[in-house]
């Protein structure tokens, strides 16, 4: 761990904004700060979102995209960036473009947990042209894996097919079927590779509203401490999602499926972990 007083590592993060702070900017930027990097963020959509639905997107045109990037790359020593809603194909080229062949977690949002589209066909495409091939790591979940291929399949098929567009690959699931619900399973595949499975408990809660981002977030700012060991990096950002769903599991915030915590467990009065 890199001590308080020490220049920590930048974590960039590429995403739209969730007014209720569930998911988006505001996953990551906590994330970040929770893990000991400093986040820095270019915004491309502003969503008006709460945690029962996305009610309005209005996009960032883009070249202020481009001009939020040209003045966190040009001044910032950049480890690790991630992206989540980009919410347009040309603003996926651009990323490819700008930090394609570095330390860069792709999550592919393309449908919120409530069920709203913030990429269409066209964004997937544009995914799997130019940002997989080029990013160190993809984050999607079952149904962002089989939209980006374009046919659906078990997981750790999906997993093992987008791994050949060149980068490595966690498909991430919510409670697995087989275990009524006991356990999840994230599938890792990495270029040419069998997909592994990555299994872990699940917990009976509603509140995860932002798990995909915090899990990319933390995945990433994993990367930026130690660039060197992607594996350990997902078990400990799938540990860090965990335990952050811990903490959220009773709470009551809003109408809808609530949000994942984005509390630092130290802030948290009453409850130790
Ligand atoms: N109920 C749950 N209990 C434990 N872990 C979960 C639960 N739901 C999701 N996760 C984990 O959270 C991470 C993010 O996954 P997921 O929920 O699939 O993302 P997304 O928000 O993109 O759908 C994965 O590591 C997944 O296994
Ligand atoms: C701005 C923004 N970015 C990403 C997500 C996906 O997060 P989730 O899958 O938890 O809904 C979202 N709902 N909103």
Same mark, same amino acid.
């Given at each position: 761990?890199?001590? +308080?007083? =020490?220049?920590?590592?930048?974590? %960039?993060?590429? #995403?739209?904004?969730?007014?209720?702070? &569930?998911?988006? $900017? @505001? *996953?990551?930027?906590?994330?970040?700060?929770?893990?000991?990097?400093?986040?820095?963020?270019?915004?491309?959509?502003?969503?008006?979102?709460?945690?029962?639905?996305?009610?309005?997107?209005?996009?960032?045109?883009?070249?202020?995209?481009?001009?939020?990037?040209?003045?966190?790359?040009?001044?910032?020593?950049?480890?690790?960036?991630?992206?989540?809603?980009?919410?347009?194909?040309?603003?996926?080229?651009?990323?490819?473009?700008?930090?394609?062949?570095?330390?860069?977690?792709?999550?592919?949002?393309?449908?919120?947990?409530?069920?709203?589209?913030?990429?269409?066909?066209?964004? +997937?495409? =544009?995914?799997?042209?130019?940002? %997989?091939?080029? #990013?160190?790591?993809?984050?999607?979940? &079952?149904?962002? $894996? @089989? *939209?980006?291929?374009?046919?659906?399949?078990?997981?750790?098929?999906?997993?093992?097919?987008?791994?050949?567009?060149?980068?490595?690959?966690?498909?991430?699931?919510?409670?697995?079927?087989?275990?009524?619900?006991?356990?999840?399973?994230?599938?890792?595949?990495?270029?040419?590779?069998?997909?592994?499975?990555?299994?872990?408990?699940?917990?009976?809660?509603?509140?995860?509203?932002?798990?995909?981002?915090?899990?990319?977030?933390?995945?990433?700012?994993?990367?930026?401490?130690?660039?060197?060991?992607?594996?350990?990096?997902?078990?400990?950002?799938?540990?860090?999602?965990?335990? +952050?769903?811990?903490?959220?599991?009773?709470?009551?915030?809003?109408?809808?499926?609530?949000?994942?915590?984005?509390?630092?467990?130290?802030?948290?009065?009453?409850?130790?972990?």
């Amino acid at each position: 761990m890199t001590p +308080a007083h =020490a220049t920590p590592p930048v974590v %960039l993060s590429i #995403a739209g904004t969730d007014s209720g702070g &569930a998911a988006g $900017a @505001a *996953a990551d930027l906590t994330t970040f700060a929770a893990l000991g990097t400093h986040g820095a963020c270019v915004i491309t959509a502003v969503t008006a979102q709460d945690t029962t639905g996305v009610r309005d997107v209005h996009p960032v045109p883009l070249a202020s995209v481009a001009a939020q990037l040209d003045a966190v790359l040009e001044d910032l020593p950049v480890a690790a960036a991630k992206t989540g809603m980009l919410g347009s194909a040309e603003v996926v080229r651009l990323v490819a473009e700008r930090l394609g062949g570095g330390r860069l977690v792709v999550d592919p949002v393309l449908v919120a947990t409530s069920g709203a589209v913030l990429g269409g066909a066209d964004v +997937a495409r =544009a995914y799997v042209e130019h940002l %997989l091939p080029v #990013a160190a790591v993809a984050t999607p979940n &079952a149904d962002e $894996a @089989a *939209a980006l291929l374009g046919r659906d399949g078990p997981p750790c098929d999906l997993a093992a097919a987008l791994a050949d567009l060149g980068c490595a690959v966690v498909v991430t699931g919510g409670p697995d079927a087989d275990t009524a619900g006991e356990t999840c399973t994230d599938w890792l595949a990495l270029p040419g590779r069998a997909a592994r499975a990555l299994r872990h408990p699940a917990l009976a809660t509603t509140n995860d509203h932002g798990t995909g981002c915090t899990f990319s977030a933390a995945l990433a700012a994993g990367l930026a401490h130690d660039p060197g060991d992607l594996e350990a990096a997902v078990a400990r950002a799938g540990a860090h999602t965990l335990a +952050a769903l811990h903490r959220s599991r009773h709470w009551q915030l809003g109408r809808g499926r609530g949000p994942v915590a984005h509390t630092t467990p130290d802030q948290t009065q009453g409850d130790p972990r």
